[in-house]
């Protein structure tokens, strides 16, 4: 059983919230928008419907109250958005498997609860959500094998352009501009800025990350988040950002 703490920084303010010890392993961690705590391990496993592991914990700071909760197999993303709801994206064995993950993405509840998934109907299929981005009550996802990139309106409505581009695992995106990480076998250091034409593409250029003394960026963890894009490396914690 492990011990975690979860330490947030913004806008000059630090808080440290301690966490009750948790059988989870390699966890993904949120904060719901009244302070709550989620914590997700990647893996679970699932028998049937009603035998099931419960590899998430929403954790309330202020009364020590911990809830366990299923959220599926094979999370390659978690993130919670301004209305309170989780967002999660799967990777391929969440999608092949028989777990809640099977549509690629789902959202569910402030409690917990399934309230919506990538429709079957939709223009594409989700085989493998390689990088997920919400911001205030909105979603967008970036999936293999086709590499379109969808926006996932407040009411789950769905719209979506078409990239050129394979393998970028992150996206930064403002109201003009996405920012991708690099593609398949791309040094850590290339990035890609796109824009949208008139014919439904996303047209990119090459661009590079340099760390803030200059160097390029070295290998480490991206994760987008709205208009910003984390690095999380041994060297500690950046942030580029689009205008």
């Known amino acids: 059983m492990k011990r975690y703490g979860l330490h947030k920084s913004a806008a000059g303010s630090e808080l440290w919230i301690d966490l009750p010890p948790l059988e989870l392993g390699h966890s993904h961690v949120d904060l719901f928008p009244d302070g ?14 009603t035998d099931h592991d419960l590899n998430g914990v929403i954790f309330d700071p202020r009364t020590g109250r911990a809830d366990r909760v299923g959220l599926g197999d094979a999370i390659s993303d978690l993130q919670i958005d301004d209305l309170g709801r989780i967002w999660i994206g799967y990777f391929d064995e ?7 993950g099977q549509a690629g993405l789902v959202c ?62 992150a996206f930064a995106m403002s109201e003009t501009e996405i920012l991708f990480s690099g593609q398949y076998d791309d040094p850590p250091n290339v990035a890609y800025i796109g824009r949208s034409d008139r014919e439904g593409m996303i ?41």
């Not at 969440?94 to 809640?100: P, T």
């Not at 009550?137 to 590499?147: L, T, V």
């Not at 590079?208 to 070295?218: E, K, T």
């Open 36 to 49: 709550r705590v989620l914590l997700a391990s990647r893996r679970h496993n699932w028998r049937a419907e």
């Open 94 to 100: 969440g999608v092949f498997g028989s777990s809640v």
């Open 108 to 169: 569910f509840s402030t409690l917990g609860e399934k309230v919506w998934e990538f429709p079957a109907d939709a223009d594409h299929t989700i085989d493998d959500c390689y990088a997920l981005n919400v911001a205030g009550p909105e979603a967008a996802i970036f999936f293999y094998s086709d590499f379109p990139l969808y926006r996932i309106g407040a009411d789950f409505e769905l719209t979506w352009k078409q990239t050129k581009l394979r393998g970028c695992h």
């Open 203 to 243: 047209l990119v250029r090459r661009a590079y990350l340099f760390m803030p003394d200059g160097s390029a960026r070295p290998r480490g963890r991206l994760q987008g988040r709205g208009r910003h894009l984390y690095h999380f490396g041994e060297d500690g914690i950046y942030r580029a950002t689009l205008g």
